[in-house]
Each structure stands twice: as C-alpha cells, then as structure tokens.
C-alpha cells in the first residue's frame, strides 16, 4: 500500500516561493492520478492542482498562475511551486493519490473524490 510524504513547508513572507514535495514509498502503485489540496483552520479543504502519470495538469481555477505541479518519475516525487506567496495561502497542504483523474465538465477540476491515498500534510505560514 503506497504511503505519502510532504516536506517543503514552513514560514514564508508574503510574495516568497515554496517547493512542496510528495514522495511516494514507491512508484505510486496503480494510482495515476496525483494531487495537492490544501485546508486553512476553519475552512473546507479544497483542491489545488493535479497531474497525470502522463505529464498532463489540471488547476483550481484560482490558482491558475501561482502553481505549478510537477513530477520526478525517477525519485517517485510529485512537486507543488507556490510563488507570489499571500497570507491567505496559509495552510496545511496535502498530497493524494488516485487510479483515475477523471474528466468534470464544470469547476471544480481537481476533486477529493478522485483520491484514496493521503499524506500527512505539511503546514504553509504567509506572514
């Protein structure tokens, strides 16, 4: 049974950069699909961005622009790049995997439903 481990969080000024990184005890077993959520105190957890074995990535509409997913095959390693960092990005943020990122024709495009498999989390602070 794959397991998830985030690092790469921690405190950051406002318009900083992060690398969050998920890293799969091995090769994300049959699950394709590979996203970031992330849930502030008080707040519904809500998804960031997702990618496909395949390269493919899809983006929370709000998002567009700030983040990039990414994946290291050969270090079984999913990144997240979070730049022009803001307060209201503070949270803890969560990898998941999945066997399918499946198609919605409306928003939201990176949904909990798709994912089995989560990390730990691991917590953002924008000051």
């Known amino acids: 049974h794959v397991q998830l481990v985030e690092s790469g969080g921690g405190s950051v000024q406002a318009g900083g950069s992060l690398r969050l990184s998920c890293e799969a005890s091995?090769?994300?077993?049959?699950?394709?699909?590979v996203g970031w959520f992330r849930q502030a105190p008080g707040k519904e957890r809500e998804g960031v961005a997702r990618?496909?074995?395949?390269?493919?990535?899809d983006y929370s509409d709000s998002e567009k622009g700030r983040f990039t997913i990414s994946q290291d095959n050969a270090k079984n390693t999913v990144y997240l790049q979070i730049d022009s960092l803001r307060p209201e990005d503070t949270a803890r943020y969560y990898c998941?995997?999945?066997?399918?990122?499946?198609?919605?024709?409306?928003?939201?495009?990176?949904?909990?439903?798709?994912?089995?498999?989560w990390g730990q989390g691991t917590q953002v602070t924008v000051s």
């Open positions: 990618i496909v074995r395949g390269g493919s990535t």
């Open positions: 998941a995997a999945g066997p399918k990122c499946k198609r919605y024709g409306s928003p939201p495009k990176v949904r909990a439903s798709d994912f089995d498999v």
């Open positions: 091995e090769y994300f077993d049959s699950r394709n699909c």
